[in-house]
């Protein structure tokens, strides 16, 4: 059993160890540059040094920027300080209305069991119409939102019907903790962590309500000069992905060893229904298509100032 400080403190210390950006804006040479977060596939891809040895048989060194979250990644990608990182589905539509100079590269298709809406055991909430009138927290912009609004949807309602607290990950543990908000919209690790509390219940996950993609991207110069080495990233993630997803029990205390998340709490997060660390690909028809009526919802929502597209920043390997 977690107890409720060892839950808080998991995530503080999560968040914590998440350290700010230690980014150099000047390219040494022949150094090809990775903004990451301690989480997924690129996390295990720079533990084992596999890019690193991929790339040095281009003669490319590999330097590592660490990141809280998407938008300043990608920020820092768009302005010319990375050439590559990842992200959730919602970021990139900010940065691209912005003008950020990057491109769509590749995507992995998570798995929906792994956002939830949360609420405390005892909690009257027993469905989501019961959401009507209370205060839910998730983080503006984040994948959180386009799930709450989807759920909300589903039986009539919008976020009008609901009292929104717009509250990042661990701000929004604390106060779930406290009885500050009625319920929480959240994605792994921070749900498995708040599952793991036996004052948590599950009210629904994002299965079926809208499916969950993270985005690989890269600075548009750096793209159009070296495709090649794209091309070669997204395909040695997906070697580590695949090699992961079939060793589980090696991989399981590898990614908790970085995240600094309990074993029990990541195999949760690896074994989830659909989890499968091994779709990592250049980008689909389908994950393009996704994105797009994300878009389209998002500005129809009023939360996006202009309309995307987004087949004009997606980038798709040359056929051999």
């Known amino acids: 059993m977690i107890t409720r400080r060892q839950t808080l403190a998991l995530i503080g210390a999560t968040a914590a160890a998440l350290s700010a950006p230690n980014i150099r ?32 048989e281009r003669g490319l060194t590999v330097s590592w920027a660490e990141f809280t979250s998407g938008p300043p990644l990608l920020e820092a990608l768009g302005a010319g300080s990375l050439d590559f990182g990842p992200t959730g589905d919602v970021p990139p539509l900010f940065a691209q209305a912005a003008g950020a100079n990057l491109l769509y590269v590749g995507s992995y298709k998570g798995t929906a069991s ?29 994948s959180a939102h386009n799930f709450t609004v989807k759920a909300l949807r589903s039986v009539g309602l919008t976020t009008d019907d609901i009292e929104a607290a717009d509250l990042a990950p661990p701000d929004a543990a604390a106060a779930f903790k406290t009885g500050g908000i009625d319920a929480w919209a959240i994605w792994d690790p921070y749900f498995a962590v708040a599952q793991a509390d036996p004052q948590t219940r599950v ?52 990614l908790a060893q970085i995240t600094g998340i309990p074993a029990e ?29 994300l878009a389209d919802e998002f500005h129809g929502l009023g939360i ?17």
Do not use: C, H, M
Not at 267 to 291: C, N, P, W
Not at 314 to 320: G, L, M, Q, T
């Open 25 to 56: 804006p000047a390219r040494a040479a022949k150094e090809f540059r990775i903004g990451w977060q301690k989480n997924g596939v690129l996390a295990l891809a720079k533990r084992t040094g596999a890019l690193e040895k991929r790339l040095g």
């Open 114 to 142: 792994g956002s939830a809406i949360l609420v405390p055991k005892d909690s009257p909430i027993a469905a989501i119409e019961d959401l009507k009138g209370k205060r839910i927290a998730f983080k503006r912009g984040s």
């Open 203 to 254: 009210l629904i996950t994002a299965e079926g309500i809208v499916d969950s993609w993270s985005f690989f991207f890269g600075n548009s110069d750096f793209t159009a000069s070296e495709p090649e080495v794209i091309a070669d990233v997204i395909d040695e993630l997906s070697k580590v992905g695949a090699w992961a997803q079939a060793n589980l029990d090696e991989t399981v205390p590898a």
């Open 265 to 293: 709490v990541t195999r949760t997060i690896l074994t989830r229904k659909g989890a499968d660390l091994s779709k990592v690909a250049t980008l689909s028809d389908e994950a393009l298509t996704y994105q797009q009526a």
């Open 304 to 320: 996006l100032p202009k309309t995307l597209t987004i087949a004009d920043v997606a980038w798709r390997p040359k056929a051999s």
